[in-house]
């Protein structure tokens, strides 16, 4: 189907309310703006709808296996993209990616053993090593990466993984490719395993950076990792539930799919659907989703850094802003901003009280609004 003319507009305002929406269903009949779950409020390409409606037209929707073709079409991105050769055999689709980061703590260490990760993070991060009865030890950021030093400090002789974000959540930093060397370094040094989240891979803002998936390093570092990618936060499609972990070690990846046996369910047919779509046909309209995204970032750093007790990491990726609200002096900032009517991710839940998080996947003028209203809410105080 030719492609309409309002595919790249992402200024158009979409009501998505009444659609079940987690984001928006939070406050619903109030006139609060959802800026935190990690949705972006844009309509997905006109070729993955056009990929669903064909199936949906077909009209039967039954048990379905992973298409030869995704297996193909991934592999062959990661390779022209990473330089990384990837098989079939490697890949094992998932229904989301923290049911992957929960696999991993469970396949990849024991009751006995410690996991360990760098705060602030992505909440799953956390729960995922208590909901598996794993000790969990933290360590700091420092800057836009890991605190290297602290992360050899820390580690034991019962730590066994290591979970990664890259590009990170919260913040949006990319490590670079040196940084990624000293960290695979640590790892077999260690002896540890790594589980490396990548999710947010194809929303780099910066086009001067790279993202590099550790795994693609080595074989001796891609032997202790496995890696979390999914097409959902780039092309608007979580809810359709397509993720992929990339195991290159059989027994690894034996002991991930034994753990998964008959608690996880495979991925459904409209997700493999969607998946396949944006990895052929949706590379352009990321590109022009990639630019506007920085547009809305440079406008949060400008706007934010206006505002007295506010400041905003300068986040590389992701459509996620990062804002340090310490100087305010409050309990709670994001009580206070949710007073004003914009509802925000409490750093709190990230290891970083103090911080939030603000989606910035939304049309330009959503963003002006809760701009004006967070300054209203720091007025106020």
């Not at 359709?240 to 459904?268: H, M, T, W, Y």
């Not at 970032?297 to 990726?317: Q, V």
Request: hydrophobic share 40%; net charge negative; charged share 25%.
């Amino acid at each position: 189907m030719s492609e309409p003319m309002n595919d790249f507009d992402f200024d158009h305002l979409i009501d998505r309310q009444g659609t079940w929406s987690d984001k928006w269903s939070k406050y619903a009949g109030t006139d609060i703006l959802p800026m935190w779950v990690a949705d972006t409020d844009f309509r997905s390409p006109q070729a993955v709808i056009d990929a669903l409606k064909t199936r949906v037209d077909h009209g039967v929707f039954g048990y379905t296996r992973t298409p030869e073709t995704l297996n193909q079409l991934f592999s062959e991105r990661m390779q022209r993209l990473y330089n990384w050769t990837v098989s079939d055999e490697d890949l094992v689709w998932l229904p989301g990616l923290v049911c992957g980061l929960n696999l991993a703590t469970r396949a990849l260490s024991t009751a006995e053993q410690s996991v360990i990760t760098a705060q602030p993070i992505y909440p799953p991060f956390m729960s995922s090593p208590a909901l598996s009865s794993r000790a969990l030890i933290t360590i700091p950021m420092k800057g836009r990466v890991i605190d290297f030093d602290a992360l050899e400090e820390a580690i034991t002789a019962e730590t066994r993984l290591l979970l990664f974000c890259n590009p990170h959540n919260p913040g949006g930093g990319v490590y670079r490719h040196e940084e990624l060397e000293r960290l695979a370094q640590i790892i077999i040094d260690q002896d540890l395993l790594i589980c490396s989240d990548e999710i947010h891979c194809d929303l780099i803002l910066q086009p001067e950076l790279q993202h590099t998936p550790i795994a693609s390093l080595s074989e001796e570092i891609a032997s202790r990792t496995v890696t979390l990618m999914a097409p959902s936060k780039t092309w608007n499609i979580a809810g359709l539930a397509c993720s992929v972990a990339i195991i290159q070690n059989p027994e690894l990846r034996a002991r991930f799919k034994k753990v998964r046996k008959g608690i996880v369910p495979d991925v459904n047919l409209l997700g493999y659907t969607a998946a396949e779509a944006a990895y052929s046909q949706g590379d352009e309209w990321n590109r022009k989703q990639c630019e506007y995204l920085k547009g809305n970032r440079d406008y949060l750093i400008s706007e934010i850094g206006k505002i007295p007790g506010l400041s905003m990491l300068p986040n590389e990726a992701t459509y996620l802003a990062w804002i340090d609200a310490n100087q305010l002096g409050v309990d709670s900032p994001q009580q206070l901003f949710e007073s004003q009517g914009v509802g925000l991710s409490d750093g709190e839940d990230f290891g970083a009280p103090g911080f939030v998080r603000l989606n910035f996947g939304c049309p330009r003028s959503r963003i002006e609004e809760a701009v004006r209203r967070m300054k209203l809410a720091v007025d106020s105080l």
